[in-house]
């Protein structure tokens, strides 16, 4: 069966420090990985997606970037965090029938 | 571009109420249409979905008809649980994209 695992669960960051989310996907190959952004009380937004390997589409310009180092790895990253970055990650993969996969989600606090 | 609107929540329904949550959309094409539930401190979980026009998604009582001509895909449920309390979040996949599009989310509480 295919499965997404994102960690942390949890994560309570500094002012400018580094981050790195992760997200892996078991059951499936070569699948469209994406990550989406939901701040508090809002909708989702999507900052990246991926059809491959070293191929990644960003959505809008911001302070993260993402890289796809294996086939059904894909993660998110910041070289220096800011306050506006806090809010939930969601890692997900699309399915051949169209809709999206996602995993449980990361809480990200930066202060 | 492609986009999603749904109405602004929060609902707050009685249990065994009627439940109506609306979506608009607009999209040049076919979309595929969805709609997804996200339970507090959950990811999104698919709760049903639409390809066509005047498909009919269904599950755990859910229903949404792709309306084309109203460019609509409203979710209903005849008789709200208060376990159904949670955020529905409505989304496109444009034809020929492989992105999906959200909706910016209605928050369902029910109460006993």
């Known amino acids: 069966s295919q499965t997404i695992h994102q960690w942390p669960a949890t994560l309570v960051q500094p002012v400018g420090s580094p981050l790195s989310l992760e997200c892996t996907v078991e059951?499936?190959?070569?699948?469209?990985l994406y990550w989406y952004r939901q701040a508090a009380g809002r909708g989702l937004q999507l900052l990246f997606y991926s059809v491959g390997i070293g191929q990644i589409s960003s959505e809008v310009p911001q302070n993260l970037s993402a890289s796809r180092p294996q086939d059904r790895q894909f993660i998110l990253s910041s070289k220096k965090l800011l306050l506006s970055d806090s809010g939930f990650y969601l890692c997900?993969?699309?399915?051949?029938?169209?809709?999206?996969?996602f995993g449980e989600g990361s809480r990200l606090t930066v202060l | 571009g492609n986009s999603v609107t749904q109405m602004e929540g929060p609902v707050t329904l009685s249990e065994e109420a009627f439940l109506t949550i609306n979506c608009t959309y607009t999209a040049t094409g076919y979309p595929s249409l969805f709609w997804y539930v996200q339970y507090p401190g959950e990811g999104l979980q698919l709760l049903l979905k639409a390809t066509k026009a005047d498909d009919k998604g269904s599950n755990k009582g859910f229903e949404a008809t792709y309306r084309k001509e109203t460019t609509s895909f409203h979710l209903e449920k005849g008789s709200v649980q208060v376990s159904d309390s949670a955020v529905y979040f409505c989304a496109l996949r444009g034809q020929g994209y492989n992105k999906l599009i959200f909706g910016a989310g209605t928050r369902l509480a029910v109460h006993p």
């Open positions: 059951g499936t190959s070569n699948p469209n």
């Open positions: 997900a993969f699309g399915r051949r029938a169209g809709e999206l996969f």
